[in-house]
């Protein structure tokens, strides 16, 4: 039997459906919203979009098998009592999760085994009743359940077996449940968009027929590789490449055919994951970054990403994961507001993993500590968003040589630069971590460029390196590898093979061990010798430099002759992040922003319009080793130098709005910062 007709208004209507959840008849209520009795409110409050949206909060539980009343405990109140405590901009909740079935019972795909009610309809009323917007958690490539249901649609392997979890775009997932499902979601339920998961992470190479055939006619290549170190490994792996963007460009595409307003994002495409151009029509850029070591992984992410031309956010988990351990597992409020701090100084929006239960209720104990950390972000909501970084120092993150190294399609493998990312922001530089695709063409904004540990670069990208350092720009090579490709400029002669053993680093009488892939180096008259090598189980071995600098045209180049940033990750060692520090500040004297007084705070110089804005974190504490953070020790007096043309009128510390005392001389403003709790700003007007 159809529903009934009635006049009642929208407010009416959401009344009497708030009514019946006080009176404790939840399951009439969700009875009512499918079947249309209650709507969508067509006076709701307008939603952000993503792009203007700043905070928000990831539910998900991955629905399987043993999900028999879904929507169960999922309550009108329950969302309110959510939104009333965090006020975000959005929520983005599980509809669909890697093994496949649907959290919500779906028409046009592979619902979970039994529902209450029809919970997605709840958070859709809910959301849109108070102006919030609703995204869905989807997983994409990654869907067991249709894999099950039809072999035909998975990848197949180099062993000729079925692969139990990824979906091949030479089937028919994509057309036949993948953007019918998303349309679904946008039309039906009229959600706002979706977070699509298991993507370009979950993609593997492709070893069906179709997939093979496919290759063939792309490449002319008949012998197929099926391992690294094959012959043509390098091209099957980027004709895979660019089967998973073909098929990212297309179910966009189609989906906003029928539903234009749909946001989608796929999850670490076109970030440090897929470090690449943008090459979609999505709305956004996301990920969800490591629950461990969380500080530093949000450190490269963010850096990458906050220059790829979306709006863009980061996930942080809200709590940890520690395999064979046990103790809690919970983020508390101040270990997620450093991490928010890494995220929101850059630039970007910020969300926290949250997790539902395997009814898709929430964990409600878990709200307060994220309304903590929503009033913690907010306070600098109008900071931080949206700001963009003052060019100071670039670090490569190469596109040509990551494919090269890696024997994965979309694999992440910061170690080339990950640790000379940390050193540089431990000596207080602000730092962008970017592509060549962010730097050709606008080279000279940056004082330094800094090539880490890639032994590989497309010949044109090198050449506009040179002609950078020849014009007056100042380069600098991490490693042997890096060196190689520019011996001609360095004028060095690299005696022998790169050697991975144990040497002594000595910086004016400052000795340590670093266990690093070095090569020796003959110098030419022209360069000078920065610090010295031998080896470190042999002191009457004879010494090499550890780094040259030469004048290139009128800038200048500089390399070290080791390997820096696998053993600075694992040692961090005082002695080797001042050695990087003063070869940096040998080429680089004069920053924008120097501070002192402290090595655990990360700067990161940024502008809003014409406004310079210094934001100050606070990375003090065990992070790295830590699961979970009580308390983060307070840093300071800090002080302060900004290089700038003209005096100040007045400097400001926010949020507080303290108004800082200064002196401006000789085109440099000195202050004190106090203390540095976790993030603060400094304000220049």
Same mark, same amino acid.
């Given at each position: 039997?159809?529903?009934?007709?009635?006049?009642?208004?929208?407010? #009416?209507?959401?009344?009497?459906?708030?009514?019946?959840?006080?009176?404790?008849?939840?399951?009439?209520?969700?009875?009512?919203?499918?079947?249309?009795?209650?709507?969508?409110?067509?006076?709701?409050?307008?939603?952000?979009?993503?792009?203007?949206?700043?905070?928000?909060?990831?539910?998900?539980?991955?629905?399987?098998?043993?999900?028999?009343?879904?929507?169960?405990?999922? #309550?009108?109140?329950?969302?309110?009592?959510?939104?009333?405590?965090?006020?975000?901009?959005?929520?983005?909740?599980?509809?669909?999760?890697?093994?496949?079935?649907?959290?919500?019972?779906?028409k046009v795909g592979n619902p979970a085994p039994g529902f209450v009610g029809d919970p997605l309809r709840v958070w859709r009323e809910v959301t849109a009743r108070n102006g919030v917007s609703l995204y869905m958690h989807y997983s994409g490539v990654w869907d067991s359940e249709a894999i099950a249901l039809h072999p035909s649609w998975a990848v197949v392997n180099a062993d000729g077996k079925i692969n139990p979890n990824a979906t091949s775009r030479f089937g028919p997932y994509a057309e036949l449940l993948l953007i019918p499902q998303l349309r679904e979601l946008a039309g039906v339920y009229e959600v706002d968009g979706a977070w699509v998961d298991g993507e370009c992470w979950a993609s593997v190479p492709d070893y069906s027929t179709a997939a093979l055939k496919a290759f063939q006619e792309a490449t002319g290549i008949t012998d197929v590789p099926k391992r690294p170190g094959d012959p043509h490994w390098r091209e099957f792996l980027d004709f895979n490449r660019d089967v998973f963007r073909q098929y990212l460009r297309h179910y966009v595409r189609e989906v906003k055919k029928t539903n234009p307003k749909f946001q989608l994002c796929s999850n670490w495409a076109f970030t440090d994951h897929m470090p690449e151009p943008v090459s979609a029509p999505v709305d956004f850029l996301s990920g969800d970054y490591s629950p461990q070591d969380s500080v530093n992984s949000a450190r490269i992410s963010a850096r990458y990403i906050a220059r790829q031309g979306r709006h863009w956010d980061l996930m942080a988990w809200g709590f940890t994961t520690q395999p064979g351990q046990?103790?809690?597992?919970?983020?508390?409020?101040?270990?997620?507001?450093?991490?928010?701090?890494?995220?929101?100084?850059?630039?970007?929006?910020?969300?926290?993993?949250?997790?539902?239960?395997?009814?898709?209720?929430?964990?409600?104990?878990?709200?307060?500590?994220?309304?903590?950390?929503?009033?913690?972000?907010?306070?600098?909501?109008?900071?931080?968003?949206?700001?963009?970084?003052?060019p100071q120092v670039a670090l490569l993150y190469s596109t040509a040589a990551h494919y090269r190294r890696i024997n994965g399609l979309f694999s992440r493998d910061p170690s080339p630069l990950q640790g000379t990312l940390e050193a540089l922001l431990e000596?207080?530089?602000?730092?962008?971590?970017?592509?060549?695709?962010?730097?050709?063409?606008?080279?000279?904004?940056?004082?330094?460029?800094?090539?880490?540990?890639?032994?590989?670069?497309?010949?044109?990208?090198?050449?506009?390196?040179?002609?950078?350092?020849?014009?007056?720009?100042?380069?600098?090579?991490?490693?042997?590898?890096?060196?190689?490709?520019?011996?001609?400029?360095?004028?060095?002669?690299?005696?022998?093979?790169?050697?991975?053993?144990?040497?002594?680093?000595?910086?004016?009488?400052?000795?340590?061990?670093?266990?690093?892939?070095?090569?020796?180096?003959?110098?030419?008259?022209?360069? #000078?010798?920065?610090?010295?090598?031998?080896?470190?189980?042999?002191?009457?071995?004879?010494?090499?430099?550890?780094?040259?600098?030469?004048?290139?045209?009128?800038?200048?180049?500089?390399? #070290?002759?080791?390997?820096?940033?696998?053993?600075?990750?694992?040692?961090?060692?005082?002695?080797?992040?001042?050695?990087?520090?003063?070869?940096?500040?040998?080429?680089?004297?004069?920053?924008?922003?120097?501070?002192?007084?402290?090595?655990?705070?990360?700067?990161?110089?940024?502008?809003?319009?014409?406004?310079?804005?210094?934001n100050l974190v606070n990375t003090g504490g065990p992070h790295r080793t830590e699961p979970i953070i009580d308390t983060i020790p307070e840093i300071g007096p800090l002080n302060v130098n900004i290089r700038q043309k003209s005096k100040p009128s007045r400097i400001r510390l926010e949020p507080a709005g303290q108004n800082l005392t200064f002196d401006y001389q000789a085109g440099v403003v000195r202050l004190t910062v106090p203390k540095l709790a976790i993030h603060e700003v400094l304000v220049v007007d």
């Open positions: 039997m159809s529903a009934p007709k009635t006049s009642f208004s929208p407010t #009416t209507r959401n009344s009497l459906i708030r009514a019946l959840c006080r009176a404790a008849l939840p399951g009439l209520a969700t009875t009512l919203l499918l079947t249309g009795f209650v709507a969508v409110a067509d006076s709701a409050p307008k939603r952000l979009s993503r792009a203007d949206s700043f905070l928000g909060i990831h539910f998900d539980f991955h629905a399987g098998k043993d999900c028999t009343e879904v929507g169960k405990n999922t #309550t009108p109140e329950m969302i309110q009592s959510i939104i009333d405590q965090v006020h975000p901009d959005y929520l983005q909740i599980d509809c669909k999760g890697h093994p496949g079935l649907s959290s919500y019972p779906t046990g103790g809690r597992s919970i983020k508390t409020a101040v270990q997620l507001e450093r991490e928010a701090a890494m995220v929101i100084a850059l630039g970007g929006g910020f969300q926290v993993y949250l997790g539902q239960k395997r009814d898709g209720s929430v964990h409600s104990d878990r709200i307060p500590v994220m309304a903590e950390v929503a009033k913690f972000c907010r306070e600098r909501q109008k900071l931080c968003h949206h700001a963009v970084q003052v000596s207080q530089q602000s730092v962008e971590v970017l592509g060549e695709h962010n730097l050709t063409g606008r080279m000279n904004e940056y004082p330094l460029i800094v090539v880490p540990e890639w032994d590989y670069l497309e010949p044109k990208f090198r050449r506009e390196l040179v002609a950078y350092a020849e014009k007056g720009g100042n380069l600098l090579l991490i490693g042997p590898g890096p060196a190689g490709l520019f011996r001609d400029e360095l004028g060095v002669k690299l005696e022998g093979s790169m050697e991975r053993k144990p040497l002594t680093l000595d910086r004016d009488q400052r000795l340590c061990t670093v266990k690093a892939a070095s090569q020796s180096a003959t110098l030419p008259a022209s360069a #000078t010798a920065f610090g010295s090598l031998r080896r470190a189980a042999d002191t009457n071995s004879l010494a090499f430099p550890a780094a040259s600098v030469a004048r290139l045209g009128k800038g200048q180049i500089a390399a #070290t002759y080791f390997n820096f940033s696998q053993n600075y990750m694992e040692t961090h060692d005082e002695v080797a992040r001042r050695f990087l520090q003063d070869l940096v500040k040998s080429m680089f004297p004069a920053p924008m922003v120097e501070i002192t007084g402290s090595g655990s705070v990360d700067v990161t110089v940024n502008r809003v319009g014409k406004q310079l804005r210094v």
